[in-house]
């Protein structure tokens, strides 16, 4: 079957190796002249074990999995990756109550977990402050641009292409397959998966679908502690998260090429590919705009939405969050380091779509939302929508 993949992100490119592994004749759409150039090769690197996610959600499941796959594929390409473990840190006792629903919430999802008390706690992680902790073991690090560069290869190997600087226009079932319309080129192809990321409700509109959600972009800033702190964080340290948010907070990383991250934050972004306040782009900011589940979600939200655009305005306010985790980092500690923007799905009424979500029409499947913790949970994703594919062709 020859099948057109759109999107170089880790999820594209695993649903085309996973396609071309088994002899299908994959075509890769990318836009960008490289591989994972948005979230993916922007997020925070971390392979997450499934912690927080509702039991039997898409996303408690397939981290699970995920976790294990991802980190089984990283070392027999030899990827960097490492499974450090990592604190969900409870800052004062007003936050014990939280960190005991989470450890439910880990055993409930099968993930090994356990709250300790603060001196356990400054075994694994020596800085850290608070009065307690969760810690989960199967939490780990690894390079995401590498294993998409592991897959494309594993594509071209098996005979595929994966095209840069081309960008998807359009697609139109005809009676034998699926006519794709690119910047380049028209393609006939027996099916099409459509893996766009930001753009992913734009480009399933263009294919005929009307998805029931938008994505509105949320950019996530992060700031590098600088090298004469780096000791101060081993492996991965995370706040307590609110509950009324999809986002995790900010937290510290140690990223595993190098160097400690420290974000991201959550504020609303002015273009699908915003990366600074600067970057405003007219269709996006109106569509984004024109979309009522924005206005909703922002009513319901003043106040944690204001504080998260003055931590972003602010590097004394970021430092402030994240001297709750580590006593004794300061702004004078924090230097900017890249952004990433989120594309989060959300309804006309202003709910967010949490879980994963992909779409299928005949000879076609959309993945619609894909967000943390998609990069850890690709192998999996490509799993279902192979699946999902198989159905829709049948
Ligand atoms: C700040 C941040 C931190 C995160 N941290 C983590 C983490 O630590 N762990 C984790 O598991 N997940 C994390 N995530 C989530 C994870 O990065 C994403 O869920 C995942 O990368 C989504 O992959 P994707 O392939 O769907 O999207 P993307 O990586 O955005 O890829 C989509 C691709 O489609 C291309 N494209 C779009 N439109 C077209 C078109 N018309 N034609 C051709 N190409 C097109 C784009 O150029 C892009 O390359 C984070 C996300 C962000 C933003």
Redo the contacts with the bound molecule.
């Keep these: 079957m020859r099948v057109v993949v759109?999107?170089?992100?880790?999820?594209?490119?695993a649903v085309a190796q996973a396609l071309a592994s088994r002899g299908d004749e994959v075509v890769v759409?990318?836009?960008?002249d490289r591989?994972?150039?948005?979230?993916?090769?922007?997020?925070?690197?971390?392979?997450?074990s499934g912690l927080y996610y509702p039991p039997g959600s898409a996303k408690a499941r397939m981290s699970a999995a995920g976790s294990r796959s991802m980190v089984a594929y990283a070392q027999d390409r030899g990827i960097p990756v490492a499974i450090c473990g990592k604190l969900v840190v409870g800052v004062d006792e007003s936050e014990l109550p939280a960190l005991r629903m989470l450890e439910a919430r880990a055993a409930a999802n099968g993930v090994p977990a356990r709250v300790v008390g603060i001196d356990e706690a400054r075994e694994i992680e020596p800085a850290v402050g608070g009065v307690a902790a969760l810690h989960v073991t199967s939490t780990g690090s690894v390079d995401?641009v590498g294993v998409c560069e592991a897959m494309a290869e594993d594509v071209r190997a098996a005979g595929g292409e994966v095209r840069f600087s081309?960008?998807?226009?359009a697609a139109r079932q005809r009676p034998a397959g699926v006519e794709v319309l690119?910047s380049r080129d028209r393609i006939t192809a027996d099916a099409l998966v459509t893996?766009?990321?930001?753009?992913?409700d734009?480009?399933a509109t263009a294919c005929g679908i009307t998805p029931e959600a938008r994505i509105v972009p949320f950019r996530?800033e992060?700031y590098e502690l600088v090298p004469e702190l780096e000791h101060m964080v081993r492996g991965l340290i995370y706040p307590v998260p609110d509950p009324r948010f999809p986002f995790l907070g900010v937290h510290l990383?140690r990223m595993i090429n190098g160097g400690v991250h420290a974000?991201?934050n959550a504020v609303l972004a002015f273009a699908r590919e915003g990366y600074t306040w600067r970057d405003i782009n007219g269709k996006d900011l109106v569509q984004s705009f024109a979309w009522p589940g924005l206005w909703r979600l922002g009513a319901r939200n003043l106040a944690p939405g204001a504080m998260e655009v003055a931590r972003s305005l602010s590097r004394r306010l970021f430092a402030r969050s994240l001297s709750r985790l580590v006593p004794g980092i300061g702004a004078k500690d924090l230097v900017p380091a890249p952004?990433?923007?989120?594309?989060q799905a959300l309804r006309r009424d202003g709910s967010m779509v949490d879980d994963f979500l992909l779409q299928s029409a005949p000879r076609q499947v959309h993945?619609l939302n894909?967000?943390?913790?998609?990069?850890?949970?690709?192998l999996e994703i490509a799993r279902s929508v192979v699946q999902e594919l198989d159905a829709a062709t049948a």
Excluded: D, M, W
């Design positions: 759109v999107g170089s992100g880790i999820v594209g490119i759409l990318e836009k960008e591989l994972a150039q948005h979230q993916t090769g922007r997020n925070s690197g971390v392979i997450h995401y081309e960008e998807f226009v690119t893996c766009a990321g930001l753009h992913s734009r480009v996530g992060y990383t974000g991201p952004a990433g923007v989120r594309a993945v894909a967000p943390s913790p998609a990069a850890t949970c690709a």
